[in-house]
Every structure is written in structure tokens, then in C-alpha cells.
């Protein structure tokens, strides 16, 4: 049988010198052709800008909030905003600017953090259970069922009054919550993807188990992983503010975004701006996420790419 | 007159990346009672232009720009999609590549035989379901009586492929597109297909459009036959012409790439790089179940340096006997020896070890290429797993597999869905060569590809055995290529070696009736010699 020349779409295109140079002055990370194509969707950059500008200012508001956020005045009581205070105080004239710069500051560290713990759980159980599979894999998700069952408010209770108020606990507590879900998720994902013959050529190259999650696994199921993500990190921030409500989470003067709320609603007649204010940096960041999410969703997915 | 008659037919797409002429004015005939073949590969525009007579190709992007096609007095590119419902499914109907997909799983084959009967006829139910047991008769299902009430997953692909036929016969069609019908299959059960379709066409005088990428495939039952290339008829003619005396460059290239030829074998015996004795590897072992046994009591040796195909057909064990080799599947008894080492017991690193001199290539090359890493982590993966390049040299390895393999270097950064099915492979084989494997283990490379390209990609599996002195497995279900490709073949029915011998005495002396009936199954050998 003879080779055909120039049929078809097959034809390697002859080696070419510049292309060789132009490949050398590139990485090949899948990060790196993520970030190249994140950079062109104006929505993820803005809700990554204002991700970034709340992180900072979270992170600085001991130095730049315009008051303390214990200082109190009692006499001037619920004003709206002004000069001096632009978003208006608290019944307890408390600045309500300097109260939501450092609520913000509880609430993304709640956020992330309980996220990134139920991110880093949730996957590697997860994928670990689909990957190794059989009687391994029923044992670990009769766990994850027996954990769902668990009322959750009891599970924080006891938490609570076992170790104190604490909110290292409080991320923790919800992490160990949040993971579950994350878990199934990639489980599916992960059993799926491993009758892919590309699976198969991992191990007939003599990579190890951990190798193949880590490299062809996880890469694959990152898109509803990303999704959920973004899901959860608001889902989290609300349950915060449903504990603090509570009594368990975070207690006054230190406050957070879904305290505000919570105390907002409860004035809104008389002082919306106590309402307004809180909800619309929670809405601000929860619509930054979810920009964000989407488009790393479409970032990571190398075949969206239309270059 | 003719019963389709397409003229000046103009076909394009209207992507981001401008106009893609599709169909570029082509004009073909189609008899009734005869079969006309439409012949190009991926991307040639055959399954467009026919797609586009019934209106099933999506507007926009796609337009028609021009050109006619009258059908019975009507121009078909003039009706509103009314109109043509009333002609497709009734007067043109269609089959299709993978029969599995266009039938509902959920179903019964006689609920969905007996619908359009139902519907379209306004029989009652029992009478039609007698006549839906009677076409299942006429397309050779065994038994219609009781198979009639099973769902699609209990019948084989073949056997799909009869129920389709069937489905498309219903409505006694004057015009049957048959759009890579057989490319599924089998050889053997492809053989039984296309006798099916030649004596249907036969009986009911219909007119056949059948679409393939294979000239071969078309060459026992085309009365007619049309050439396509870059949405352009290169060359039409009757088949005979067509064999014995192709004008235009690009079918003569085509009918070259129809595997022919035995391959010339040295007769130096070099000795057994692999020994497999007595392996059995059964699957679905349980308390109270009966397993299956893929492979039963096998025993074969492959020598250093030699290539042997393995031939069966579907659900024969020889995929399973190929990843039993390379302890990818778990065996369940016997002994499978590398080199002298025995690689039954051996776990962990003594594996992961032994894993980079045995290799394997897969048949799907869009499922055997992980989607999120480029060219340039594919193959730099198995080169630093086992040390063969550094972080510092691994560039220039990888250049140098792609070198090997006919890639453009410039291609290194891109990711595997911007590759054809050819260029794929050719990574796949790429990155089975990396850890400088001595045998490899190649199951059915080429049969998801283009008779085209599966002539290039053979020829380079050939030459880089030669370059790096491979052993080679060669596993498929077409003998033609096999023969081509294989220094000795060995033919596994059921899990069990029937026949094993050189190409030749395989070919000019089969012992068994089920290698003579595989023999039997090759297309086109009346016509191709």
C-alpha cells in the first residue's frame, strides 16, 4: 500500500524553525492557556478585579477604615448618609462603612477558606473513592451518606460547646459540612472518566494512581467542580450569617456581611440604608464569583477555545 | 428518467472563519434500481450534499447557494420543510453510520417498527405488527416472531444495523441514502450488510445513494460510482471503469490505499520475546455467577522483532488478550512471560519498570488522548516519568518524537480536539514510542480512520518499527490489513486460537471454516485480485 501525499487534512506542514522559537518563549501549562484566555472575557476580569479589590481592602481595613468599629454614638443613633459617615450609621451610630469593611473581612475569609477546605477534601475524596472504586469506594460514600444524615445544626452545636466559640471552628464546621456534595460530585465525575481509553494509556505508561488523578483526572472534571465552587462560596457566607443569627457564629460588636443583613432587615422600614449597603457588597461579590466562575469554567475547557 | 437528479448542487457554510465551501456544483444522477456509491473522505462534502437534498443540514450556518435536485418532478431544494417532511422517512429514507444512536433504548424494536406503520399507513395494530414481523424476516433477523419484542441492546451491532434497514424499508422508499452503514461493523458482518442491501435493492427496485470514505467497501455492489474531494466530483463513472482504469490522480491514490498484498516475511526464526501459556482471563466472577471468559487457555509466542496480527471479530477476546499482555486487565490464570521476566505476579515498581518496554495504541484516538493537555504534555509525560530526558532536555525530546512520528513541530502547543483523527493517532503513537518501548501492543490503530489515512498511518507504524527494532501486536478485525502489515497472524474466535500460520499459507491454504469465512468477508476482492 503506498502513502498518498496531500490528501485529506492529514499532511504534517513541513518543520518550521519559527514556530520552534515561538513554542520555546512559551510556557505549557494548562494554567497558562487559561489565564491567556481568561484575560479576554471582560465579565470574569471585572468580577476578579472586584474580588481582588474587596480581598485588599479586607486585608487593610485596620488602617484605612475611617473609625473604629467599636466606637459607638449613642446620641447621633441611626443617621443616613452624610459627609462624615457616607453610608450613614448603625442605631448605635456606629459608621456603617467602617462595619461593612471589616464584616467583609469575616465574611471572604468564611467564604474562601471554608471553601478551599471543602474544595481540597471533597476532590481528593472524592476522586480517590471513583478512582479506586469496589468495596473502598462503597465504604468511603456510606460515610459521605452517614455524614449527609447528620443534622448539621446539631453537628455545629456540639462543636460549639465542646471547644468554645471559635472561628478557626466556624470554618471548619462548615467545611466539614460543604465537602459532602463536593464529593459526589466528583466521584461521578471521576468514574466516568476513567473507562476513558486515555485512563487506560496513564497506566500503560506506569504512572501511579495519584499521578493519573492528579494529571488526567481531576484536570477533566474541573469545569462542574469550578461551577459548584462558585456556588458554594455564597452558600457558605449565608450560613455564617444564619449561625451568627443564631448566637453560634460571630458575636457583636464584631460583625460580618450576613449580620448586617440580618440586623438590616429587621430596621428596614425606618433605615433601609442599613440594609442596602451590606446587601449590595454580599450581592457585588457573590455576582463577581459567579462571572469569575463561568468564565474559568470556559478557560479551563481547552476545546471552547476559539484560537 | 432518473429518480433523483441533482444539478449544479452548492453547498456552504458560514463559519466565523468566513465561507466554507462545502458542496462546491456537483451534479450526479441516481437510477432507480440502481446503487450509486458517493466515495471521498472526512470533510470531502459526501454526507453534506446528500444531507442537504432533505433539508437536514443546519441553516444557518449552513446555505444552500444554488443548484437543483428534482425527485419525482419536484425540486427538492425548492420545497418548504412541509413539504419535504412528507418525502423523508416516506419516499427518501435514510440509514446511518452507528445504529445504536438512532434508536430509541427505551423501546421495543417492534414499537418502534410498528409506529411509523401505525402512523403513516393507518393499519391496525395487529396487522401491523405482522407486517413489521415480516420485514424483520426480509432483513434476515433470525426468529421475528419473539425477537420483534426486544429492546435495541440485545441485539448486536450487525443486527441493529438489519432492524435500521428495516426501519427504512417500511415505507417502501423509492430513494434508500445510506450514509457509512457498514463502517461499525465487522468485516464479516459488513459482508452480510452489503449482500442485504445489494438483494433488497434488487427485489424492491430501489434507488441506493451509499456514502463511504472506502472504495473497497462499495466495490461488489456500486453500479455507479462518484468521486468527491474538497466538495468537488473529481471523477464518476461506472465501477468497472472506475477499477480497471481510474483518469483522476486522487481515485487512483484511493484505490492504492486499499490495502492489498501479502506482506514478504523473512524466514529466519528469531526466538520468543513474549511467552503466553495456558492464560485464561475471565471477567464477572461472583458467588453464583457464571464468568466470562474472554480468553480461554491461550498459548502463543511472539518473536523479536516480528509483528503478528491478531484477527477475530467483535467480542473474539483479542483486545483482552493484548491488555492481558500488558497486565492491564487482570488474568485469571496462566503465565505471561517478557523477555525471560514472568510478569504475571510482578506489582509496583518492578511494573511501572517493565511498563515503559511494552507499549500500547489505542484504536480511538479521540478517546485516547487526554482532552486538557497539549501535544507537548502528552509526550513529555512518559519521558520524564522514567527519566528517559530531563526537565532540561525533555523539549528536545519531545520535538524529536514528533520528528519521528511526521508532526509539524509547530504543533507542539496545541491541544488534541484541533487535530484530525490521523494526526491524532500519530501523538497516540508518539507518545507509545517515548519510553523506548521493545514491543507494543497496537489494538485496531487504524480502523476509526480513512482508508487514506490509514494507509499513511500504516506505513509509519511500519518504518518506526523498523527504526526502533519494535515487536508488535497488531490487533484488528480486517484481514486485508492485517495480511498487509503482519509477519504472522493469528486468528482467535471465542477466546480460543483457531488458526495461527504466515500470511500466506493463512490466505492460500485456510484450515479453518471461520478464518475461510473472514477470508470471504474482505470487500472488493473480485475486483481487486
New interface residues.
Given amino acids: 500500500?503506498?502513502?498518498?501525499e496531500n490528501?485529506?487534512?492529514?499532511n504534517?506542514?513541513?518543520?518550521?524553525k519559527i514556530?520552534?522559537i515561538?513554542?520555546?518563549e512559551?510556557g505549557?501549562s494548562?494554567w497558562k492557556?487559561a489565564w491567556a484566555r481568561l484575560k479576554k472575557n471582560r465579565m470574569a476580569l471585572f468580577g476578579l478585579a472586584v474580588l481582588v479589590l474587596f480581598s485588599l481592602i479586607a486585608l487593610l481595613t485596620p488602617w484605612i477604615a475611617p473609625y473604629g468599629y467599636e466606637q459607638q454614638n449613642l446620641d447621633l443613633g441611626a443617621t443616613p448618609p452624610s459627609a462624615q459617615h457616607w453610608l450613614g450609621t448603625d442605631i448605635f451610630g456606629r459608621d456603617l462603612m467602617t462595619l461593612i469593611m471589616y464584616g467583609g473581612r469575616i465574611s471572604l475569609a468564611v467564604g474562601f477558606v471554608a471553601t478551599a477546605v471543602a474544595l481540597l477534601i471533597g476532590v481528593t475524596y472524592g476522586a480517590l473513592a471513583g478512582y479506586v472504586g469496589g468495596r473502598t469506594d462503597a465504604a468511603m460514600m456510606r460515610l459521605v451518606d452517614i455524614l449527609y444524615a447528620l443534622p448539621f445544626m446539631i453537628f455545629i452545636i456540639l462543636l460549639m460547646v465542646v471547644f468554645g466559640r471559635n472561628l478557626l471552628l466556624l470554618f471548619l464546621a462548615i467545611g466539614m459540612v460543604e465537602w459532602l456534595t463536593m464529593a459526589r460530585i466528583m466521584r461521578s465525575q471521576v468514574q466516568a472518566l476513567r473507562q476513558?481509553?486515555?485512563v487506560?494509556?496513564?497506566?500503560?505508561?506506569?504512572?501511579?494512581p495519584v499521578?493519573i488523578i492528579r494529571?488526567?483526572l481531576v484536570?477533566?472534571a474541573l469545569g462542574p467542580i469550578i461551577v459548584y465552587t462558585t456556588l458554594t462560596i455564597p452558600g457558605v457566607m449565608l450560613l455564617e450569617a444564619f449561625l451568627s443569627f443564631l448566637g453560634l457564629g460571630i458575636q457583636p460588636p464584631q460583625t460580618s456581611w450576613g449580620l448586617l443583613i440580618s440586623y438590616g432587615a429587621e430596621t428596614m422600614e425606618e433605615f433601609p440604608w442599613l440594609l442596602i449597603f451590606p446587601g449590595l457588597a454580599l450581592a457585588l461579590t457573590l455576582f463577581s464569583l459567579n462571572f469569575l466562575g463561568d468564565g474559568l469554567r470556559d478557560a479551563?475547557d481547552?476545546?471552547s477555545?476559539?484560537d | 428518467m432518473s429518480l433523483l437528479n441533482v444539478q449544479n448542487l452548492k453547498v456552504s457554510f458560514h463559519t466565523r472563519n468566513g465561507e466554507v465551501k462545502a458542496v462546491d456544483d456537483i451534479s450526479f444522477t441516481v437510477e432507480t434500481g440502481k446503487i450509486t456509491a458517493i466515495i471521498g473522505e472526512s470533510g470531502s462534502g459526501k454526507s453534506v450534499a446528500c444531507y442537504s437534498l432533505l433539508g437536514l443540514i443546519p441553516m444557518p450556518p449552513g446555505k444552500i447557494e444554488g443548484g437543483s435536485a428534482v425527485f419525482e418532478g419536484n425540486d427538492l431544494l425548492q420545497l418548504s420543510e412541509s413539504e419535504l417532511r412528507h418525502i423523508r422517512g416516506r419516499d427518501i429514507a435514510m440509514i446511518f453510520q452507528d445504529p445504536m444512536t438512532c434508536l430509541n433504548p427505551y423501546m421495543t424494536i417492534g414499537h418502534q417498527l410498528m409506529e411509523p406503520i401505525v402512523y403513516h399507513k393507518g393499519m391496525a395494530k395487529t396487522e401491523a405488527r405482522q407486517h413489521a414481523i415480516e420485514l424483520l424476516e426480509e432483513v434476515g433477523i433470525r426468529d421475528p416472531h419473539s425477537t420483534i419484542d426486544s429492546y435495541p441492546h440485545e441485539f448486536s451491532g450487525g443486527m441493529r444495523q438489519r432492524v435500521m434497514i428495516a426501519m427504512a424499508l417500511i415505507n417502501e422508499p423509492k430513494l434508500l441514502i445510506a450514509d457509512e452503514p457498514t463502517t461499525a461493523l465487522d468485516v464479516t458482518i459488513q459482508a452480510q450488510i452489503l449482500k442485504l442491501m445489494a438483494d433488497l435493492q434488487k427485489k424492491h427496485s430501489i434507488g441506493i445513494i451509499f456514502i463511504s470514505h472506502d472504495l473497497a467497501v462499495v466495490a461488489d455492489i456500486a453500479d455507479q460510482i462518484i468521486v468527491m474531494k474538497k466538495g468537488k466530483v473529481v471523477e464518476h463513472g461506472d465501477r468497472q471503469r472506475i477499477f480497471k482504469n481510474a483518469q483522476h490522480p486522487y481515485t487512483r491514490a484511493l484505490l492504492a490505499a486499499i490495502p492489498a498484498g501479502t506482506k514478504v516475511v523473512s524466514e529466519t526464526q528469531s526466538e520468543a520475546l513474549i511467552s503466553i501459556r495456558n492464560l485464561n482471563t475471565w471477567f464477572g466472577q461472583g458467588k453464583n455467577k457464571e464468568p466470562v471468559k474472554a480468553i480461554k487457555d491461550v498459548s502463543l509466542d511472539i518473536r523479536k522483532g516480528e509483528i503478528l496480527g491478531l484477527v477475530g471479530e467483535s467480542g473474539s477476546g483479542k483486545s483482552t488478550l493484548g491488555r492481558s499482555i500488558l497486565r492491564l486487565v487482570p488474568i485469571t490464570s496462566g503465565s505471561i512471560s517478557f523477555d525471560g521476566i514472568d510478569l504475571t505476579e510482578m506489582e509496583g515498581q518492578s511494573l511501572k519498570k517493565m511498563r515503559s518496554r511494552m507499549q500500547m495504541i489505542f484504536q480511538d484516538p479521540y478517546a485516547s488522548l487526554n482532552p486538557r493537555m497539549s501535544v507537548y504534555d502528552t509526550l513529555a509525560e512518559p519521558l520524564l516519568l522514567h527519566k528517559i530526558e530531563t526537565k532540561k532536555t525533555v523539549e528536545q525530546g519531545v520535538l524529536k518524537l514528533m520528528d519521528d512520528v511526521g508532526l509539524a513541530r509547530g504543533f507542539v502547543r496545541k491541544y488534541p480536539h484541533e487535530f484530525s483523527g490521523g494526526q491524532r493517532q500519530r501523538i497516540a503513537i508518539g507518545r507509545a514510542l517515548a519510553t523506548r518501548p521493545e514491543f507494543i501492543v497496537a489494538d485496531e490503530p487504524v480502523s476509526a480512520l480513512d482508508v487514506t489515512i490509514q494507509a499513511q498511518i500504516l506505513d509509519l507504524m511500519l518504518d518506526l518499527g523498523k527504526e526502533y527494532g519494535l515487536t508488535m501486536l497488531f490487533v484488528s478485525h480486517d484481514l486485508a490489513v492485517v495480511k498487509h502489515i503482519a509477519d504472522r497472524i493469528v486468528v482467535l474466535y471465542k477466546g480460543e486460537i483457531v488458526e495461527q500460520g504466515s500470511g500466506k499459507e493463512l490466505f492460500e491454504n485456510p484450515q479453518q471454516e471461520y478464518t475461510r469465512q473472514l477470508l470471504q468477508s474482505i470487500p472488493g476482492r473480485a475486483l481487486l485480485g
Fill in positions: 500500500m503506498t502513502s498518498i490528501t485529506g487534512n492529514d504534517p506542514v513541513p518543520n518550521n514556530s520552534d515561538a513554542m520555546a512559551q505549557t494548562l492557556d476513558q481509553e486515555f487506560e494509556a496513564a497506566v500503560s505508561l506506569g504512572l501511579g499521578a494529571k488526567h484536570p477533566n479551563l481547552v476545546r477555545s476559539k
